[in-house]
T-cell receptor, first 113, second 113 residues
Framework: KAGVTQTPRYLIKTRGQQVTLSCSPISGHRSVSWYQQTPGQGLQFLFE???????NKGNFPGRFSGRQFSNSRSEMNVSTLELGDSALYLC????????????FGPGTRLLVL | GENVGLHLPTLSVQEGDNSIINCAYSNSASDYFIWYKQESGKGPQFIIDIRSNMDKRQGQRVTVLLNKTVKHLSLQIAATQPGDSAVYFC????????????FGTGTQLKVEL
């Protein structure tokens, strides 16, 4: 099975712009979560989607949003970018089985100038 | 890398020695714990997990120990190899499951030849 894929892998934006990141989960996985990883804060949970519905949300401002499509692919959007949004954005997918392990993609590295 | 700013604790071991990486968790209601390995430029990779009703679980060259009394988790790597060099994170999952992983700050493992 192919793993979690994320596009693009690298992105450079300027302050005030918006950005959309994409994630394709492992085939058969219906749950997708997003995390932000920074040197200062480490790995932090952004939100989780299951069956096109947001099921859980972390402590991030409303500029961070996401959605999930019927094929389980997910996108996250950050509007009005700030310098502090520079980070590695990781997507993880999970099956609905008893094993609750999340499998991560390689991440999208976002640099805000 | 993503974790430099966090002043990660570093564990240096000689190739062939055993490594023990420790993690303290905060939520006594967590019922599931996972260890991830993250190499530079990559997303976290699942290593091993353990449920709260267990105190030990073994995998290939790895063992996880859970002490719920003191809320402590450890990862033991036998016969450490250069390819084990990475940052290791423990993550806890709250009771009821869900995808909101809470990650520790991580430990940098360096394997010396």
């Amino acid at each position: 099975k192919a793993g979690v894929t994320q596009t693009p892998r690298y992105l450079i934006k300027t302050r005030g712009q918006q950005v959309t990141l994409s994630c394709s989960p492992i085939s058969g996985h219906r749950s997708v979560s997003w995390y932000q990883q920074t040197p200062g804060q480490g790995l932090q949970f952004l939100f989780e989607y299951f069956s096109e519905t947001q099921r859980n949300k972390g402590n991030f401002p409303g500029r961070f949003s996401g959605r999930q499509f019927s094929n389980s692919r997910s996108e996250m959007n950050v509007s009005t970018l700030e310098l502090g949004d520079s980070a590695l954005y990781l997507c993880a997918s999970r099956s609905q089985g008893a094993q609750e392990t999340q499998y991560f993609g390689p991440g999208t590295r976002l640099l805000v100038l | 890398g993503e974790n430099v700013g966090l002043h990660l604790p570093t564990l240096s071991v000689q190739e062939g020695d055993n490594s023990i990486i420790n993690c303290a968790y905060s939520n006594s209601a967590s019922d599931y714990f996972i260890w991830y390995k993250q190499e530079s430029g990559k997303g976290p990779q699942f290593i091993i997990d353990i449920r709260s009703n267990m105190d030990k679980r073994q995998g290939q060259r790895v063992t996880v120990l859970l002490n719920k009394t003191v809320k402590h988790l450890s990862l033991q790597i036998a016969a450490t190899q250069p390819g084990d060099s990475a940052v290791y994170f423990c993550a806890e999952v709250p009771t009821g499951g869900g995808n909101k992983l809470t990650f520790g700050t991580g430990t940098q493992l360096k394997v010396e030849l």
